[in-house]
């Protein structure tokens, strides 16, 4: 199967510190998810992108969709320890469906 | 109330033996998956049924069989047990097939010994 990669793979940043992750395409998307998953959970799903240029804000967190609609970033300003986790992107390329390699966070009190 | 549930949660067994892992839901869904998260945590799509009928079957040992009785569970089977099988597995639905929110279980912990 397809494998999408995010960058970085591993992320530590001091409490209040910015964090972002990329997810990047080789192939235009229809759509593309967020999920987090926190340290022994399962992912939870956190917003869909639809819209080239696109850009919605959940609390701290901000997604982008990029205007090629092959990328996208989350962002999280002034991170806090209950942050931490494992973000990963989900994408649809014609009838499949595949989730981003992930990021994992970690937040040093 | 739990909208995806999975069982066991954990599952510790001999190589060689077979079992099996259950996933109901709650939420109408008419598609459920089943994944695989190495400890990589990479996710990986094993199968995926769409009202009872088999929509997608990725590349997966034979060992490992699926089985959906009625659209609300989807079970997962498995078959003389290696080490290379230890994992998490998730099951997981959504509202039709594609590009929708997911709603995944808690998971089970699969450590074959």
């Known amino acids: 199967g397809q494998q999408v990669m995010q960058i970085p793979q591993y992320q530590h940043v001091q409490e209040g510190e910015d964090f972002t992750t990329y997810c990047n395409s080789s192939t235009t998307l229809s759509n593309i998810q967020w999920y987090k998953q926190r340290p022994g959970g399962h992912p939870v799903f956190l917003i869909q992108l639809v819209k080239s240029g696109e850009v919605k804000k959940q609390k701290r967190l901000t997604f982008q969709f990029g205007e090629a609609k092959k990328n996208s970033s989350l962002h999280i300003t002034a991170t806090q320890t209950t942050d931490v986790g494992t973000y990963f992107c989900a994408l649809n390329t014609g009838n499949q469906f595949y989730f981003g390699t992930g990021t994992s966070l970690t937040v040093i009190p | 109330d739990t909208a995806v549930s999975q069982t066991p949660k954990y599952l510790v067994t001999q190589m060689g033996n077979d079992k099996s892992i259950k996933c109901e839901q709650n939420?109408?869904?008419?598609?459920m998956y089943w994944y695989k998260q190495d400890s990589k945590k990479f996710l990986k799509i094993m199968f995926s049924y769409n009202n009872k009928e088999l929509i997608i079957n990725e590349t997966v040992p034979n060992r490992f069989s699926p089985k959906s009785p009625d659209k609300a569970h989807l079970n997962l089977h498995i078959n003389s047990l290696e080490l290379g099988d230890s994992a998490v597995y998730f099951c997981a639905s959504s509202q039709g097939q594609g590009p929708l929110p997911y709603t995944f279980g808690s998971g089970t912990r699969l450590t074959v010994v």
């Open positions: 939420l109408g869904h008419d598609t």
